[in-house]
């Protein structure tokens, strides 16, 4: 599981922060509190300095966070439901529920956070012209001049046609739109990004090699972040093309052995784990689920407690939304898994279990897919 914190939701959606995000930010007021606003503004005092690298990275944040707003802000339209933004070490990354079913809206959906990047630059330097016109010698000037700069950065950096930044996602959407074949087109795209990241590292290379150690370092760094992210966004394309058009229902296990929550563990033990070839079992309080309960919890308890403790009170109750429906996607269960770190979800219709699905039951399913095809 990643490690984050929950920051604010803003139209609905849960911004978070990873802890990668405070090294950088410590590293963006450091290097302009030491380096960049003394070499440009002489002659403050080590306070001043230090207040605008920290207000400096602190715009910086806000930038990244109105850039990925903008990209959820399209998307929910759209009707991709976006849950969480996360900021990370090189920017953010809005979840979407789900990809977009259309070209059209992969190119609106990545379009939209390059041009919130490019409004703010404009919107940080006409703020720039307007103070250094009021007060020529406001700090703010600096401040509001470096924030139009880094915007300037962050829409270019995220258009270079590599997948998965921004341009790479344009890049696939055009290509998608004139070809109608989203695998190629995700193909083409990562593998443009896979171009992109070699041809960083072979730059970061050149500047440790000039004795530019941090830049280059630098460059290497989000060379080899990009080259596994282009990797990974086609493997799980690959995934979710194999999978296309399943439901929970064509695979679940339908009417699993369940077990009622007042039965006591030892005839739980007995009746059910002695005589299934199951590992876990559903448990029913009045006829409606309330978890499912493993060997692992029934281990947690020491046996002379068998006899007293039930079901109900051994298993660990599962929220609502870690129940499957009939007509999910197994893609979706698959992610939900893995979000989860669960290797089995219950599947429920109504408030009646209606069947249960297994880590190892889609990955059967894959393993048969790649190897007979359809
Ligand atoms: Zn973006």
């Not at 959606?13 to 503004?41: C, E, K, M, N, T």
């Not at 300095?49 to 929910?76: P, R």
């Not at 041809?199 to 596994?228: C, D, E, H, S, T």
Request: glycine letters at 8%.
């Amino acid at each position: 599981m990643r490690q984050d914190i929950k920051l604010f939701k803003v139209i609905g959606i849960q911004i978070s922060i990873d802890y990668s995000w405070f090294i950088i930010f410590a590293l963006v007021a450091w290097s302009l509190a030491q380096g960049y606003f003394p070499y440009f503004r002489p002659g403050l005092t080590v306070g001043s300095y230090w207040f605008m690298g920290f207000l400096s990275s602190l715009l910086l944040f806000a930038s990244v966070v109105v850039h990925e707003l903008c990209h959820s802000y399209v998307a929910k339209r759209m009707g991709v439901d976006i849950k969480e933004i996360t900021l990370f070490i090189f920017g953010g990354v809005a979840q979407l529920s789900r990809e977009p079913d259309r070209a059209e809206e992969e190119l609106k959906i990545a379009i939209a956070g390059p041009a919130a990047s490019i409004a703010l630059a404009v919107f940080f330097f006409l703020l720039t012209k307007a103070v250094a016109t009021l007060h020529p010698t406001s700090i703010f000037i600096d401040i509001f001049r470096y924030t139009f700069i880094i915007n300037i950065v962050l829409a270019v950096f995220n258009l270079i046609p590599g997948f998965p930044l921004d341009g790479g996602r344009i890049l696939r959407a055009i290509w998608w739109w004139k070809t109608a074949d989203l695998e190629r087109a995700t193909q083409v795209a990562s593998n443009a990004g896979k171009a992109f990241s070699t041809f960083l590292i072979f730059l970061g290379i050149l500047q440790i090699l000039r004795l530019n150690i941090i830049g280059g370092v630098w460059a290497i760094l989000i060379g080899m972040f990009l080259r596994q992210a282009a990797e990974s966004s086609y493997q799980q394309l690959v995934v979710k093309r194999i999978l296309w058009g399943i439901k929970v229902r064509d695979i679940m296990t339908r009417d699993p052995v369940a077990v009622d929550s007042t039965m006591p563990l030892e005839r739980v033990v007995e009746e059910y784990f002695f005589h299934h070839p199951y590992v876990s079992y559903p448990v029913l309080e009045g006829g409606k689920v309330i978890g499912l309960l493993t060997l692992q919890d029934i281990r947690r308890v020491p046996k002379e407690e068998w006899g007293r403790l039930t079901a109900g009170e051994v298993v660990e109750r599962l929220d609502e939304d870690l129940f499957l429906h009939p007509d999910d996607r197994v893609s979706e269960a698959l992610e939900k898994m893995i979000n989860l770190g669960r290797g089995r979800l219950v599947v429920v219709e109504g408030e009646r279990l209606t069947g249960i699905v297994t880590r190892r039951d889609i990955m059967k399913l894959l393993e048969v897919r790649r190897i007979v095809g359809g």
